[in-house]
């Protein structure tokens, strides 16, 4: 089992920066890749960003392609979402997921998430 647990979420300004976070426990971090999901209101759950075992492999939605980075940090336990230039569009709730396979855009093929964390950017 991994526990995912996301944080740093909240309200800000269109074309404001906000980072989340997710601190994974459990199993070894550094065997999982990592993503990152978004839900808008209505709507379902999108890929937003992933990245490989060891950080050197990154994939984006074309939406948030050189608006946001995602990074981790093994020793942490730690995956990131460095989100810029936000804008209204880009309100969601936000999950980090984690699968023991290689790397996936579909949310079904994901084995543990996080609870979810609100991002809403006001214009």
């Known amino acids: 089992q991994v526990q995912l647990v996301e944080s740093g979420g909240g309200l800000v300004q269109t074309g404001g920066s906000l980072s989340v976070s997710c601190a994974a426990s459990?199993?070894?971090?550094?065997?999982?890749?990592m993503a990152w999901f978004r839900q808008p209101p209505g709507q379902e759950r999108e890929f937003v960003a992933g990245?490989?075992?060891?950080?050197?492999?990154?994939y984006y939605a074309d939406s948030v392609k050189g608006q946001f980075t995602i990074s981790r940090d093994n020793a942490k336990n730690t995956v990131y979402l460095q989100m810029n230039s936000l804008k209204p569009e880009d309100t969601a709730v936000y999950y980090c997921a984690a699968r023991s396979r290689s790397s996936s855009r579909r949310f079904y093929e994901y084995d543990y998430w996080g609870q979810g964390t609100q991002v809403t950017v006001s214009s």
């Open positions: 990245i490989g075992w060891t950080g050197g492999s990154t």
């Open positions: 459990g199993r070894t971090f550094s065997n999982y890749y």
